[in-house]
């Protein structure tokens, strides 16, 4: 399908040629030259209201759906989008391939996604081959729905979701897991990042057999028509870690998957500030593909340190506030070579302006004219000279926060003791597992209390969390923190029974989890860590745990706090069911509950009665706490 120019009686060769000289950078006089490609009907679930039941078992079903969209698309909608068949089975196809579970959706408007790890231990991974693409996992099916399309259908066919390497180790073992590893394996985890490179490499090489496109060209990469790369690759996870490790485990690999395939495209969402220097390292690279998600200020400082050496694509879903979104996107902005909107409209759901998804009751047609309209009408006003927003609208800088000195407390320790707590702050901040048991063994051979040796570590902690805050350390160091902190309380562990009682031991039972239909555990496992870290017994149910359970557990292990994790917009009702569960069992009055999560908010945990909701895993520490009524 090479002179794909014509389809169902529409001419898409100018929307061709518009993409083309996006890819080329040419520059840009008026907004009409920047090409707008709104996706709708998205390819995935998520957000969507009427996808067929068998869209994920029944290629012609997941056809008809993509295609009759896209004529009733262009028909409609006045963007530049140029269609194709998009083989989407959720974001763990390389995975699964390698042994991880898919969970299958009980709702048609969810997407599959890897269920758990399948690597539990540095031990597994001896054991790992390269999957075989036809008969591992989910990608047989993948090759069945490209295979569909070739032979019955009418529209170019693309590569299905493509996680790249950093991803896909994360999901096959656990980010967490990965994170620590990176710091205590790292020969391991480059033999792994070695292996999952080849094995994407062999997966993308044999898609395009089946396809019948050449390894350096792609019908389309993730929505868009892509005439610039043969590839792409998804590194959401690039927002989770520092650039040192990004350097050392991923530019390496991405740029050989895209020396392959003559040149590639990396996505991620959000703010990925840390690693632009890195992505400016990636051989071959062509694209960034950036769903800015309301970090306005990250996405101007992206645009310009590329200076235009790559193309980028803007896949945000379409905001409600359509005007005040792109006023803000592009106020920063003049110069639009390169820039390409690949956003995607879902039937239901929308984006607010910090990157939150909210129900929307609208017609995703007419939405996307509006988005197409509001851009053209921004893009034009920049390239005039004149502001997208009045003075009042100007966004005020994020402030950094400056690390507060405090002033160290007056202490009862000699001066020898509190020379050795120190050394135990240290030891944490340094990531010294065997450095701070050393350093607790002399605390205790020095006669310092089991408290004053807690506290020590915990000063540590609170030191890591404030640099995580400010944007010095990362998640993989956050993680590492916790797992020092969790070796010197160890030591410390037997004295501790032996001093429950005395207030030494255990704060409380936690029970803590991620609410039904949600997959995503980083978070709350941060916040499991940070509990334990102050000495919670934390029952942690793991993802995807409907409200009975909840109720269960609460009830077994007689637990009076209850701690709740949502990270997708469509889950958060899964906290409000789960009060409801814990009022219908008579339980409300005996357990706190207290709520987290990115897209939550003070107002959410009000509206729906929960006692407590922190924005961050340090801050969960300070609000449990509270709710068993310790004052910190
Ligand atoms: Co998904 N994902 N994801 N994802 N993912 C997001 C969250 C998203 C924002 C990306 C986007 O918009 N493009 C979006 C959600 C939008 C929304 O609803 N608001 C999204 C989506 C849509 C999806 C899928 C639906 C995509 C698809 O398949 N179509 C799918 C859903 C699967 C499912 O759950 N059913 C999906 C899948 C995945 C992966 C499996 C690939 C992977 C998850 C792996 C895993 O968790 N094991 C993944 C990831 C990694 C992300 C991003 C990249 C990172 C999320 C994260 O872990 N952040 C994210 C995009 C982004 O943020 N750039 C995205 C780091 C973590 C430390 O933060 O969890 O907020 P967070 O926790 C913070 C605080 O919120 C707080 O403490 C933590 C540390 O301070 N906190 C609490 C959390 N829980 C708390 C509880 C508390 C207190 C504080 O008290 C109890």
Same mark, same amino acid.
């Given at each position: ?14 929307? $061709? ?17 920047? !090409? ?6 998205? %390819? ?31 028909? +409609? ?20 391939? *390698? ?90 985890? @480059?033999?792994? *990042? ?79 500030? /840390? ?9 071959? &690279? ?21 200076? @235009? /050496? ?13 005007? =005040?979104?792109?006023?803000?996107? *592009? ?9 390409? &909107? ?12 910090? =990157?939150?998804? #909210? ?19 921004? #893009? ?9 927003? /009045? ?29 050795? $707590? ?37 000063? =540590? ?6 640099? %995580? ?26 004295? +501790?029974? =032996? ?12 029970? &803590? ?27 942690? +149910?793991?993802?995807?745990? !409907? ?12 637990? @009076? ?20 569960? +814990? ?50």
């Amino acid at each position: 399908m090479n002179s794909f120019t014509n389809w169902r009686g529409f001419d898409l060769s100018p929307r $061709i040629a518009k993409i083309q000289s996006a890819f080329n950078r040419t520059p840009i006089a008026s907004a009409d030259q920047v !090409p707008i490609l709104v996706n709708t009907p998205c %390819y995935f679930s998520f957000g969507s209201q009427d996808k067929p039941v068998d869209y994920y078992t029944n290629p012609a079903s997941m056809f008809a759906y993509q295609a009759n969209g896209y004529e009733k698309h262009l028909q +409609l909608v006045n963007d530049d989008y140029v269609p194709y068949f998009m083989p989407w089975f959720g974001t763990g196809i390389l995975a699964s391939g *390698f042994g991880a579970r898919i969970r299958v959706p009980d709702d048609p408007a969810d997407d599959p996604a890897v269920a758990e790890p399948c690597i539990k231990s540095p031990s597994d991974i001896a054991l790992l081959k390269l999957p075989d693409p036809n008969r591992d996992g989910w990608m047989p099916r993948v090759l069945d729905a490209i295979d569909f399309a070739v032979s019955n259908g009418d529209l170019p066919v693309g590569l299905t979701d493509m996680q790249g390497p950093l991803d896909t180790i994360g999901l096959m073992c656990g980010q967490a897991q990965l994170y620590k590893w990176m710091y205590s394996e790292p020969r391991m985890v @480059h033999d792994l *990042f070695d292996m999952v490179t080849d094995a994407f490499i062999l997966w993308t090489k044999i898609q395009k057999e089946h396809i019948g496109e050449p390894l350096e060209r792609s019908n389309g990469l993730q929505g868009v028509f892509s005439p610039g790369c043969g590839v792409w690759e998804s590194d959401d996870d690039l927002v989770l870690i520092g650039s040192d490790l990004y350097y050392e485990f991923v530019v390496p690999s991405v740029s050989r998957i895209f020396e392959t395939f003559g040149g590639g495209s990396v996505h991620y969402c959000g703010n990925g500030g /840390q690693n632009i220097d890195n992505l400016k390292q990636i051989k071959s &690279l062509r694209v960034i593909n950036n769903s800015p998600l309301g970090k306005f200020e990250a996405f101007t400082h992206l645009v310009k340190s590329m200076d @235009h /050496q790559v193309t980028i694509q803007i896949q945000d879903a379409s905001p409600v506030d359509v005007a =005040g979104y792109y006023a803000h996107l *592009f106020a920063d902005l003049d110069d639009f070579r390169g820039i390409m &909107l690949a956003t995607f409209v879902m039937d239901n759901t929308g984006m607010d302006n910090q =990157g939150g998804y #909210i129900p929307a009751n609208w017609d995703p047609y007419n939405t996307a004219n509006r988005v197409v309209d509001s851009v053209r009408a921004n #893009i034009a006003k920049r390239l005039s000279g004149e502001p997208t927003l /009045q003075k009042e609208d100007m966004l005020v800088s994020v402030k950094v926060n400056k690390l507060e000195k405090k002033e160290p407390k007056k202490s009862l320790l000699s001066t020898a003791q509190a020379a050795i $707590i120190e050394q135990i702050r240290q030891n944490l901040i340094e990531f010294d597992a065997s450095g701070v048991q050393a350093s607790v063994h002399s605390a205790l051979d020095a006669g310092i209390g089991t408290l004053d040796i807690i506290l020590g570590m915990a000063y =540590g902690m609170d030191e890591v969390g404030k640099m %995580y805050e400010k944007g010095d350390f990362f998640l993989p160091e956050l993680i590492m923190a916790g797992s020092t902190m969790a070796a010197g309380m160890a030591v410390l562990q037997p004295l +501790l029974a =032996g001093e429950e009682g005395a207030g030494g031991g255990s704060l409380g039972k936690v029970v &803590l989890g991620t609410v039904k239909g949600d997959l995503h555990d980083i978070g709350k496992n941060l916040v499991r860590m940070m509990l334990e870290g102050a000495r919670f017994e934390v029952i942690d +149910l793991g993802v995807d745990v !409907p409200p009975q359970k909840f109720v269960e557990a609460l009830k077994e292990h007689d637990a @009076h706090l209850l701690a709740l994790s949502a990270l997708l917009t469509t889950t958060l009702k899964g906290m409000d069911d789960t009060i409801k569960a +814990l009022k219908a069992a008579g339980m409300r009055e005996q357990v706190r509950v207290m709520i987290g999560g990115a897209p939550i908010s003070k107002e959410f945990a009000d509206q729906i009665g929960a006692d407590g909701y922190a924005p961050s895993a340090v801050q969960a520490v300070g609000v449990a706490k509270r709710l068993i009524g310790i004052e910190e």
